[in-house]
């Protein structure tokens, strides 16, 4: 069975590992595709972040070396699940959740203080095949393709941001940073109802992928002041609500200075320290709000994408095999802003 | 007819004023009591802050030289507004509102774009009359005295930033920073269902009153670590929410480290620029919501002050004369933490 395997930064190794047997209460997946991620990619250029190397990751008891990718998808080939048949078309909902904290008990699993995912404090989805718990496993609707089903991951990270929002219906909103999650946010607030949406990015081609996801304007903030913009797309008001994604400064700076007084900035990109004003934050009565993973939103995105609501696999740019992951995956979209979302396919095109 | 006039930083100058003819619209109030706000002392030691010089108010029409003093209370002696007759007993809401703007016409007038107060923009209290506009009156319940109806202001801060939270019944809660809102903060919070209600302060002398006003557990920052604490008195849990009142960089990552994951932390203190771990905020799915001045909340307060379910005066430290007030109002305030808010009676005590 190979797999993709991080053993240190620069360092992805595709090795030919024996199939482990399932414990109780796991099931084995023969993937279809899997997408590269942004936390891949950091892993990857200047890791570990978020990879256990020394200590193994308190629920998959893994520490590195281990396969990377948590946007998967496949077919059930073994299982000791009697509720999971072998043959069973699944999408994978990666997060690990201890079911014993004070977060998991109040079913916020995205919260556990275990937190982690396969694929990142685990093994992932970029091998032939990879055995999760069965916790993880969605039936996937005959109605969605597998490369939309590998790009319900950062679907699902764009979705509980809306919904950990305070979106009304018709609100006017604005997302800092069109990658992969940025751009799904854009069409999970078209999908949600929002009004005015209006993305801003640098890349050119990013930007018309927003309009073609749902944006009502595309803002070039390497050419206009983004703010200045979101003011004028709403008869002055500013946004109620505003997503940044980028997980910069400057897109914080922007995101906060966009919104009307009493509005919402929802963060959602990782960054470091950074700094913001608090004297205007409190005189414009100013929400921030923070939105990590995901929980309970699979099965919603699982029925709009049957239904054709949304398309996930909007974003992907390119489709490549495992050889092909680190040369025309990872350094493609290290290189290339044009590339977008990468999916892998580990078997070949024959599971497509 | 005297007043306590800015003119400059340390610079307040007792005056004799010959009292204005009203206009339509406004009311004279003879002040009962005026007392002193950290902004006044804000003004008087290295202002203009808020205080206009250049140019007016676009409300009141005012700059300086002004009245300072915006927590007053005390008797209609003219009135132009045949609804508000001459005698009655009243406190003052000294929040200028434009009436016309996107958030006054939707009620918030507190986020009004020509915000200000009575007091800092315009003449405020620090006299011994005052005229306002009819809309700054509340009529006072016979049952609350005049130095509770002087610390009305102060808590309806506080009442704002509890209504702004997400507070539910039995929360627990945190307070940082024991001055006057910091205190009435807790007394809100003891009156509107917390749980566990945990002040925070440097000084032994504001944590004893933060007892007496309702909080469960008094921390001296200056001598255990604030949010360990927190964590052990929530059975490990930390507080749903935390108020940053005292508005410096330690305050806030003390607020924020105390919070549970998903928790609240309400921004009430001013300062400048901050730094924030947006990672860790982030990933821990906090919340930050600030809250500004108030709305809506001065007829609650009389009410419950009425009923005895709160005291505001429970801040009150010292009384003065106008003649006291730079000597043992302000310069005392700056000097000594053990005062904590400080009235001044510009007409003597025959109207306490």
Chains 1, 2 share one sequence.
């Not at 320290?273 to 699979?298: H, M, P, W």
Request: glycine content about 10%.
């Amino acid at each position: 069975m190979k797999a993709l395997r991080w053993h240190g930064p620069r360092d992805l190794r595709l090795v030919d590992l024996v199939a482990c047997e399932l414990r109780p209460g796991e099931v084995r997946i023969r993937v279809a595709y899997c997408g590269i991620c942004g936390s891949d990619l950091h892993e990857y250029a200047d890791g570990p972040h978020a990879i256990p190397i020394e200590r193994p990751h308190p629920i998959s008891g893994r520490c590195a070396p281990l396969t990377l990718g948590h946007e998967f998808c496949g077919v059930v080939v073994e299982s000791v699940d009697p509720e999971i048949e072998v043959g069973r078309r699944v999408a994978i909902e990666p997060a690990y959740r201890c079911g014993e904290c004070l977060y998991c008990r109040q079913g916020q699993y995205n919260r556990c203080i275990s937190m982690g995912f396969a694929g990142l404090m685990g093994d992932g989805g970029l091998a032939e095949s990879v055995v999760v718990p069965a916790y993880m496993v969605h039936r996937l609707p005959d109605e969605v393709r597998f490369d939309q089903a590998a790009a319900l991951e950062p679907a699902a990270v764009a979705l509980h941001a809306v919904r950990t929002s305070g979106l009304r219906a018709g609100d006017a909103c604005a997302v800092f940073g069109m990658g992969p999650v940025g751009l799904l946010t854009v069409a999970m607030l078209r999908q949600c109802g929002a009004g005015e949406i209006i993305a801003v990015d640098v890349h050119a081609n990013r930007l018309a992928l927003a309009g073609a996801m749902g944006a009502s304007r595309a803002v070039n903030a390497s050419r206009e002041d983004s703010a200045s913009t979101v003011f004028a797309a709403t008869s002055g008001r500013g946004a109620a609500i505003a997503f940044e994604v980028a997980g910069s400064q400057a897109s914080l700076d922007s995101t906060l200075a966009c919104v009307r007084k009493g509005g919402e900035a929802v963060l959602v990109g990782l960054m470091g320290k950074a700094q913001i004003d608090v004297f205007d934050i409190v005189n414009r009565e100013l929400r921030l709000t923070a939105s990590v993973g995901y929980r309970d939103v699979f099965p919603t995105l699982m029925a709009w994408t049957a239904r054709g609501l949304i398309d996930p696999s909007a974003i992907v740019t390119r489709k490549v095999s495992l050889a092909q992951a680190v040369s025309q995956g990872f350094n493609a979209l290290l290189a290339d802003k044009d590339q977008v979302k990468v999916l892998v396919a580990p078997n070949g095109e024959d599971m497509a």
